[in-house]
């Protein structure tokens, strides 16, 4: 999904962020065309052809990102609450039943869950999907977690 960034520096200019993915984190773009990060920001030309340094603030929960242009943050989305944060973070809860196996599966159905959560569906819809996906992906680790343990073996 890309979001339009409105800025007084980039008016004759299309500036938008293109949403992360489950695999890649957001990228910014000038009149439909990527930039290049150099660093840990990205230096555009503006509107005077000043180049302007961008940053652009990602959260892995939340796929949405903010953006920093100079001095000053836009938020190109209304900010998610605490409680849709805790929503969102339930499956991370696997870590503690099976370490990397339940931190692999959770942190994909935390990603999950955060895409659902920018998404346009009511608010009923939105905490069910991540309820569904929460319990998904807990019967998946618990698939994937016997599988392992049927083809170790038993312990001698």
């Known amino acids: 999904m890309q979001i339009e960034i409105k800025h007084p520096a980039f008016k004759s200019h299309r500036l938008s962020v293109e949403t992360a993915s489950i695999l890649a984190g957001p990228k910014l773009l000038l009149n439909g065309v990527v930039v290049k990060r150099k ?3 990205y230096l555009v030309g503006s509107d005077t052809g000043q180049e302007l340094a961008i940053k652009v603030i990602y ?33 991370m809860l696997l870590v503690f039943a099976g370490g990397a196996l339940g931190g692999f599966v959770g942190a994909g159905s935390t990603v999950v869950n ?15 999907l991540a309820a569904v996906t929460t319990v998904a992906g807990a019967a998946i680790f618990f698939v994937v977690a016997i599988a392992i343990q049927i083809a170790i073996g038993p312990k001698k």
């Open 114 to 128: 955060g895409r659902i959560f920018r998404s346009d569906r009511s608010a009923l819809s939105k905490y069910a």
């Open 39 to 41: 660093g840990r920001s």
């Open 59 to 91: 959260n892995f929960l939340d796929p949405v990102p903010k953006v920093k242009i100079g001095e000053e943050t836009i938020e190109l989305a209304k900010p998610l609450q605490w409680f849709e944060y805790a929503w969102i973070g339930v499956p």
